[in-house]
């Protein structure tokens, strides 16, 4: 069992110091942004051009859902949400500290990229894991 | 090239069938298609078979062992929900190339119940409802929440596209259900991902369609032509790169991509068509597909809806069948299920359905990940 969480996606970066971050590539020939590390482009074609990036933590409310039901064992109602990041990058994941209410969320609506513990979900070797979630930015 | 025509093609009514097995399923299909052109197995020179849940499972071949093993080729396909139209496209451009004379495609499906999607716990910790939710009703809802960004689309006017799918099955005997859902009905019912509820997702069915193929020649040597469906156009896209396809399926791109391609290869525009049985796997879906057909503006499929444009009896009527939504979605089976719509309705047969007049038709389907199919079908002149 690892001695601290292991990340919950592979592009989720933990560093040794400082904070953790979400980590992507950029097409040094098109400039579209991925999530992870890659070697191709799929847009463009481009073969060995993409330079690591670090994903902002901001980003905006692109578009969502509010889920009701879902498979035993997992919290229902949530905000299933879809988040432009401020630089490029589009990621997926749970918009928390909302009320799960289409009259309260707003399209567009700033959201901060925050990490935590992965709802205290375990593998099957008993490690935790570290996660990010979205919540509305309130300055 | 010649053009291939269908001269044979039905479906079984769709519904639950855990007694039988997936060839069993198929092979009911490929008989009574068979049947609607009075040819037998032994007329087939080969056999297109869509199937997703056994897609290693060599199902066109135990179809065969079903029905007549002949020895022809077999070519077994999975492509998503786009499957039974990928297996019905490969047995036309068959034709088309002039391989053989007259060919066979079936579809068939057994599923499950419950949520699709979602699943995928492969290493570490399961993602579902912590990163957000990969359940086919959310996706389709965050498909639909774009739309409402985009256009002020509203959780009525979706629910709208069940009340009339669910309507136009009640004419439909060989659909799931035939049962009325008021709008009141299907916006109080269970809420799936908002703003998809129960009756706004389309129902996990067992089912199978198939349809047989031939060159004009045959057609005419067969003495099949009074009933033959020109095939005007097949086309198969896959999803062109956008900026959020790695969380956010593209099912519009795709879809534009191949409608484009489908009526230039036609030589129609959207105008000319007389009904389309397009991809309703949410009532979410059909809304955009509305614009991605080019059946209307951007922004104005809600009003489509509205105004009844849609519905059996309106300008362009759409998923007369029930559609997916009531009719059913046995993935593999439904991309050959809605030709066999379209076929029935461009011969005049539909019944209480019949879309008065109807001379030109459309079939869509979507498979996640991404494929898109469309035909243009016609009645041979
Ligand atoms: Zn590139």
């Not at chain 2, 298609?33 to 071949?61: E, K």
């Not at chain 2, 193929?213 to 005419?220: C, F």
């Not at chain 2, 999803?239 to 959020?244: A, G, L, N, Y």
Request: hydrophobic fraction near 40%; include cysteine.
């Amino acid at each position: 069992m690892a001695d601290r969480p292991l990340p919950a996606v592979s592009h989720l970066k933990i560093p040794d110091e400082g904070d953790p971050y979400l980590e992507g590539s950029r097409c040094g020939v098109c400039g579209a942004t991925f999530l992870g590390a890659r070697h191709n482009c799929s847009k463009c074609g481009a073969r060995g051009k993409m330079q690591t990036v670090q994903l902002s933590n901001k980003g905006e409310l692109y578009s969502y859902c509010i889920v009701h039901r879902s498979f035993p064992g997992i919290d229902v109602p949530y905000v299933s949400a879809i988040v432009d990041l401020e630089g490029g990058g589009t990621v997926k994941g749970n918009l928390i500290d909302v009320e799960p209410d289409p009259a309260k969320i707003d399209f567009g609506m700033p959201v901060d990229v925050v990490y935590d513990d992965a709802l205290g979900r375990k593998d099957a070797d008993g490690n935790s894991y570290l996660s990010y979630f979205f919540k509305p930015r309130t300055q | 090239m010649a053009d291939a025509y269908v001269v044979g093609v039905d479906m079984i009514k769709f519904g639950r069938f855990p007694e039988k097995s997936v060839p069993q399923l198929g092979s009911e299909a490929a008989l009574l298609a068979l049947d609607d052109c009075g040819l037998t197995i032994h007329d087939m020179q080969a056999l297109y078979c869509g199937n997703l849940g056994q897609a290693s499972g060599m199902v066109g071949q135990r179809i065969l062992q079903e029905i007549g093993q002949t020895g022809i080729p077999v070519v077994n396909v999975a492509n998503a929900c786009a499957t039974g139209a990928t297996a019905f496209r490969e047995a036309w451009a068959s034709v088309k190339a002039d391989l053989y004379d007259v060919v066979l495609a079936v579809g068939v499906e057994q599923m499950g119940r419950g949520l699709l999607g979602g699943g995928g716990g492969s290493r570490g910790i399961s993602k579902e409802g912590l990163l957000g939710s990969g359940t086919m009703p959310s996706v389709f809802a965050e498909a639909g929440m774009e739309h409402t960004r985009q256009y002020g689309t509203t959780f009525e006017q979706f629910a709208k596209v069940s009340v009339k799918n669910h309507h136009h099955s009640t004419m439909n005997a060989k659909a799931m259900y035939q049962i009325e859902t008021p709008l009141e009905t299907v916006m109080n019912a269970e809420m799936i991902s908002y703003p998809n509820t129960k009756l706004m997702c389309s129902v996990n069915v067992d089912g199978s369609a198939a349809a047989v193929i031939a060159s004009e020649r045959k057609a005419r040597e067969l003495g099949l032509m009074d009933r033959a469906i020109k095939v005007r156009a097949s086309v198969l896209t896959s999803d062109p790169w956008q900026e959020r396809d790695l969380v956010m399926p593209d099912v519009n791109t795709c879809t534009r991509k191949a409608a484009a391609a489908a009526y230039e290869m036609a030589g129609v525009g959207p105008d000319d068509i007389d009904l389309i049985e397009l991809h309703d796997c949410f009532a979410t879906a059909e809304i955009l597909h509305y614009e991605n057909l080019g059946l209307c503006e951007d922004g104005e499929a809600g009003r489509l809806i509205d105004d009844g444009e849609v519905a059996l009896g309106g300008r362009i009527p759409v998923n007369v069948s029930g559609g997916l939504l009531s009719k059913g979605h046995p993935l593999g089976a439904t991309g050959i299920a809605n030709i066999y719509e379209v076929s029935t309705h461009l011969r005049g047969a539909a019944g209480q359905r019949q879309v008065e007049g109807a001379r030109i038709g459309l079939t869509h389907v979507i498979g996640l990940g991404s494929a898109c199919g469309i035909h243009i079908l016609e009645k041979a002149a």
